[in-house]
């Protein structure tokens, strides 16, 4: 079991990871958007960029965004690949309907949709989809092993898998300056907009338990991938990960 998954975002009350998960990210829906960008000076945009190039080869027709909070790299995705459909995939409604406004917005409802999903145990047939994808999301999973192979059942043989999650930096000096920026900065600036007290502690703690780099390629090919890769970008601040079923 990893480290990570007895995190959880409120103090122990009885309800499991996942419940706690949902509410954090219901509570924290209406600034998640402008806290992400602000928080990572906009470069968060350009990390779903490059992560959506590693499937534009590939032409993936059918795609599953795994925790898709509010759309943001469902919409890119969509806008990048031009896929016949994009299913945007969560647990909180509350995130799910920022995404909707924002495809509606955009004009994109024939291609995404939203729907609340047990990322554990999804309700897809075996083999549905061209390729998965997952941002900033798979870290707050509650069992990461049966999260990785639920994303590999769902996928057709030969199809992608398309991952981009924050990470520690390995290389000094920006292992040391990230850890001060993730203790400090990032967990008041994330209490004073969202109001949520417990939020951005929880999420600086998750990046700092989750498994990285070799060890998370590792993990993939257990899950049932049959080839893995992995990229730094930002000096290490976040990790890009690309398998293939």
Request: charged residues 20%.
């Amino acid at each position: 079991m990893y480290r990570q998954e007895t995190i959880t975002p409120y103090t122990p009350d009885g309800s499991d990871k996942a419940r706690q998960v949902e509410q954090m990210f219901d509570n924290i829906a209406h600034s998640y958007d402008r806290l992400n960008h602000r928080l990572s000076w906009d470069i968060d945009k350009g990390w779903r960029r490059k992560a959506i190039l590693q499937l534009e080869p590939h032409h993936p027709q059918t795609v599953l965004d795994i925790a898709t909070g509010t759309g943001d790299f469902a919409i890119l995705a969509a806008q990048m690949l031009k896929p016949k459909q994009l299913i945007g995939a969560d647990i909180s409604e509350g995130m799910m309907e920022i995404g909707r406004q924002k495809v509606k917005q955009k004009g994109l409802q024939h291609v995404i949709t939203f729907e609340r999903q047990d990322c554990l145990q999804l309700s897809y047939t075996d083999a549905s989809f061209d390729a998965v994808t997952a941002a900033f999301g798979i870290r707050n999973f509650a069992d990461l092993d049966k999260g990785l192979a639920e994303m590999c059942r769902v996928l057709k043989p030969g199809g992608h898998l398309s991952i981009v999650e924050l990470t520690t930096p390995v290389s000094f000096p920006m292992r040391q300056l990230f850890r001060i920026y993730s203790h400090s900065v990032l967990p008041l600036y994330g209490q004073i907009i969202s109001h949520d007290q417990s939020a951005y502690s929880y999420l600086t703690r998750t990046i700092e338990a989750f498994p990285q780099g070799e060890q998370m390629v590792g993990i993939l090919k257990k899950a049932g991938f049959a080839e893995a890769r992995f990229q730094r970008l930002t000096f290490g601040i976040c990790t890009m990960y690309f398998a293939t079923k």
